[in-house]
Nanobody
Framework: QVQLVESGGGLVQPGGSLRLSCVASLSMFSAYNMGWYRQAPGKQRELVAA???????EYGEPVKGRFTISRDNAKNTVALQMNSLKPEDTAVYYC?????????WGQGTQVTVSS
């Protein structure tokens, strides 16, 4: 059974940084492309960053140059380093398979960027 547990969110001022982490209970984790998604109030969930099984990365335009996705296959974890945060980054952040996520979603982690 898939389990995805996200952590690391919080309240941060504009321009600040946060590092999110996701532990994925997936057999053969290293074989999957993984991504970080976010959902802001009143908006659809969107994919913001993805990392392939081989370590190649892709980013959505709103976060390019500010966010960095990484993975540790030995620990079944995916991380998202977020720098130069903006109020519009405020959302609940989730990890899941990419580009087609599992139907199951973890609880997510709230990121709030506000002064």
């Amino acid at each position: 059974q898939v389990q995805l547990v996200e952590s690391g969110g919080g309240l941060v001022q504009p321009g600040g940084s946060l590092r999110l982490s996701c532990v994925a209970s997936l057999s053969m984790f290293s074989a999957y492309n993984m991504g970080w998604y976010r959902q802001a109030p009143g908006k659809q969930r969107e994919l913001v960053a993805a990392i392939s099984s081989g370590g190649s990365t892709e980013y959505g335009e709103p976060v390019k140059g500010r966010f960095t996705i990484s993975r540790d296959n030995a620990k079944n974890t995916v991380a998202l380093q977020m720098n130069s945060l903006k109020p519009e980054d405020t959302a609940v952040y989730y990890c899941n398979r990419s580009p087609i996520p599992y139907d199951y979603w973890g609880q997510g982690t709230q990121v709030t960027v506000s002064s």
